[in-house]
């Protein structure tokens, strides 16, 4: 069984910034991606950051140059941080990867509970 635990969220004030940190854990044999989503009350669930295992980003248009997505060196944690944090950046952030199990198993799409970050004006 696999699970995503992210932590890191909070208030903030804007123009603030906040690290968010997930851990991945379980049954891993390897991880391909993990990536940061956030959905905000009343929208859908949006993508801020994913990053493959050889490390290249790929970044939502409103995180680019502010948010800066990261692995851990055991691979099995990524974090976002997150500078210049405005109101609209106010949601559940959410982990998640792309994990095989097994060797030789297909993978899989986790999720974690979420992390609700809150940015006051």
């Known amino acids: 069984q696999v699970q995503l635990v992210e932590s890191g969220g909070g208030l903030v004030q804007a123009g603030g910034s906040l690290r968010l940190s997930c851990a991945a854990s379980?049954?891993?044999?390897?991880?391909?991606?993990m990536g940061w989503y956030r959905q905000a009350p009343g929208k859908q669930r949006e993508l801020v950051a994913t990053?493959?295992?050889?490390?290249?980003?790929n970044y939502a248009e409103s995180a680019k140059g502010r948010f800066t997505i990261s692995r851990g060196n055991d691979k099995n944690t990524v974090y976002l941080q997150m500078n210049s944090l405005n109101p609209e950046d106010t949601a559940a952030y959410y982990c998640?990867?792309?994990?095989?199990?097994?060797?030789?198993?297909?993978?899989?799409?986790?999720w974690g509970p979420g992390t609700q970050v809150t940015v006051s004006s």
């Open positions: 379980g049954s891993i044999f390897s991880i391909n991606a």
């Open positions: 990053i493959r295992s050889g490390g290249i980003p």
């Open positions: 998640n990867a792309d994990i095989r199990p097994r060797l030789g198993s297909p993978t899989s799409v986790y």
